[in-house]
């Protein structure tokens, strides 16, 4: 039995940042995309804030209205399949270039972006080495709630939490 994934109706109120700067605080930064819904993400993303430290990067959760007001592009399925990396064109506010990085792809370009990661940056520019990245970030992006849990959900009594992913394999 599958799911089908929908997507929520757009809030008129931002989600909560999590203290995290938004886009809203940072017009000209690039923006980090993560579900925020997500223990395990919210935790990864203000690991990234702190090796940032220069707000170049602003975040946000794809559950925000502001989403699907600047990246109509993107899919909810596949914000929901991993976190994207949209640069800024540093020009103008609220403008970004047209390159989308998720996934691993995302990590990669931050390695570029905040030098606390440029000692990471040579092992994920490696060769030919992106799929194999994008492979491990998937296994972990689809058991994100089993290992960290659901915002404001009670996970079962063996501690897993119902992916909205459902079944897929």
Not at 75 to 87: G, K, S, V
């Amino acid at each position: 039995m599958s799911q089908t994934l929908t997507k929520p109706d757009t809030q008129s109120t931002p989600e909560p940042t999590h203290g995290l700067p938004s886009p809203r605080e940072f017009p000209k930064a690039d923006v980090l995309i993560y579900d925020g819904n997500c223990n395990f993400c919210i935790g990864q993303v203000k690991k990234v804030r702190w090796l940032d430290g220069k707000n170049r990067v602003a975040f946000i959760s794809l559950h925000d209205s502001f989403v699907a007001e600047h990246f109509p592009d993107l899919t909810y399925e596949q914000m929901m399949d991993r976190m994207y990396l949209i640069p800024s064109d540093n020009k103008s506010e609220h403008q970004y270039d047209d390159g989308r990085h998720g996934g691993a792809a995302a990590i990669r370009y931050l390695t570029g972006r905040l030098p606390l990661l440029w000692i990471v940056a040579p092992l994920l520019h490696f060769p030919f080495s992106l799929p194999l990245w994008q492979w491990g970030y998937g296994i972990v992006a689809r058991h994100r709630y089993k290992i960290a849990g659901k915002r404001g959900v009670q996970c079962d009594e063996n501690g897993s939490c119902e992916l909205h992913f459902g079944n897929k394999k």
